[in-house]
C-alpha cells in the first residue's frame, strides 16, 4: 500500500512542477500587453510610407514581418507554431533574437506586423495592401514590446 502511495505522491508532484515549468517559459501573449487603437493618420511617417510603398517591402511582408526604419539591423524572427495534430498553425511566434524571448500572436491577428520602435504595430484587417481603397479607414493596434 505504501509503494502505491508513493508512487502516487511521486506522480502528483512531477505533473505539478511540469505545470509549473511550462507555464513559466519566457513568452507572453501579445494580448497580455499594453496597448492602444491607433489611427492611420497618427502612425510614424516610417510607417505610413511603409504602406503607402508595399513594393518596397515585398520580401518583408512575404515573411509577415516588417522591421523599420528598412536596413537596420534584424533583431526579431516569426516563426508559425503549427499544431499538434495536422499541418494547420495553431499561432506564431514573435522572437527577441537578442533575449531570445517570445511573444505569442494568436492565429486569427491580421498581418504584416510591423515593428518601429520598439512597438508592435498589428493591422485591424488582412490584406491591407491589396484590399484597402482608403488607408485612412485603417487601424492598428500598436503594442508596447519590453
Known amino acids: 500500500m505504501t509503494i502505491k502511495k508513493n508512487?502516487?505522491?511521486i506522480f502528483n508532484r512531477v505533473f505539478i512542477l511540469s505545470i509549473i515549468f511550462f507555464s513559466s517559459c519566457n513568452d507572453r501573449?501579445?494580448?497580455?500587453l499594453k496597448h492602444e487603437k491607433v489611427k492611420f493618420n497618427d502612425l510614424p511617417v516610417e510607417i505610413v510610407n511603409c504602406i503607402k510603398n508595399p513594393n518596397d517591402?515585398?520580401?518583408?511582408?512575404?515573411?509577415m514581418l516588417i522591421e523599420l526604419p528598412k536596413g537596420k539591423n534584424v533583431e526579431y524572427k516569426v516563426e508559425?507554431?503549427?499544431t499538434w495534430i495536422g499541418p494547420w498553425v495553431s499561432y506564431v511566434k514573435l522572437i527577441n533574437l537578442h533575449n531570445n524571448t517570445f511573444y505569442k500572436i494568436d492565429q486569427e491577428v491580421p498581418n504584416p506586423y510591423i515593428l518601429f520602435e520598439n512597438r508592435l504595430y498589428v493591422p485591424d484587417r488582412y490584406n491591407i495592401f491589396t484590399t484597402v481603397d482608403d488607408l485612412n479607414e485603417l487601424e492598428f493596434i500598436r503594442y508596447e514590446l519590453k
Open 7 to 9: 508512487i502516487s505522491t
Open 80 to 82: 508559425n507554431v503549427k
Open 29 to 32: 501573449n501579445i494580448n497580455t
Open 57 to 63: 517591402f515585398q520580401e518583408e511582408r512575404n515573411n
